[in-house]
């Protein structure tokens, strides 16, 4: 990855309803030659699989094409890849720090909402075994904390 963009790994469970998400959304805030975007899960059951159908089209509703994005494990490697690790919940925070090998690579982890409510420790909920009204929620906190990360990362933008 190169060193003139900005990394950025967006993180849940098995990648295929919150980190696609929250991929798409920052994707589409941010100038794509200053940052590069990805999004994994630290539970390899989806791998290869396209993002969960409703995450699909909460984006489609929102004009964010998330359809070719395939799901795949964190690896070791991304700690040295990505500036900043978002975690979508305390439990995947808690996953990548166990896999994290430094405290130089543990300190590139963050709870995603934590850019707007930092010490209030809140999560992305799981929308997977919920409704449509789940995944509409999971949209709107990463549609408010995307914008926050994109105007803090990309002022002119």
Same mark, same amino acid.
């Given at each position: 990855m190169s060193k003139d963009t900005t990394n950025i790994l967006m993180v849940c469970l098995g990648n295929i309803c919150r980190s696609p998400l929250a991929e798409g959304l920052l994707k589409h805030k941010v100038?794509?030659?200053?940052?590069? $975007?990805?999004?994994?899960?630290?539970?390899?059951?989806?791998?290869?699989?396209?993002? *969960?159908?409703?995450?699909?089209?909460?984006? =489609?509703?929102?004009n964010i094409d998330i359809s070719a994005q395939r799901s795949r494990w964190v690896t070791a490697q991304d700690f040295e890849d990505f500036?900043? $690790?978002?975690? /979508? *919940?305390g439990s995947n925070y808690n996953n990548l720090l166990e896999i994290a090998q430094t405290d130089e690579q543990k300190s590139k982890v963050k709870k995603i909402m934590d850019e707007m409510f930092p010490g209030e420790g809140l999560d992305v909920p799981d929308p997977y075994?919920?409704?449509?009204?789940?995944?509409?929620?999971?949209?709107? /906190?990463? *549609? =408010?904390?995307?914008?926050?990360?994109?105007?803090?990362? *990309?002022? =002119?933008?």
């Open positions: 100038n794509f030659t200053k940052f590069k $975007i990805d999004s994994a899960g630290t539970s390899g059951g989806h791998k290869g699989e396209a993002p *969960d159908k409703r995450s699909i089209k909460v984006a =489609q509703k929102h500036d900043i $690790i978002y975690a /979508m *919940d075994y919920g409704g449509k009204a789940g995944f509409d929620n999971v949209y709107r /906190m990463l *549609d =408010q904390v995307t914008t926050v990360i994109a105007k803090r990362l *990309d002022p =002119q933008e």
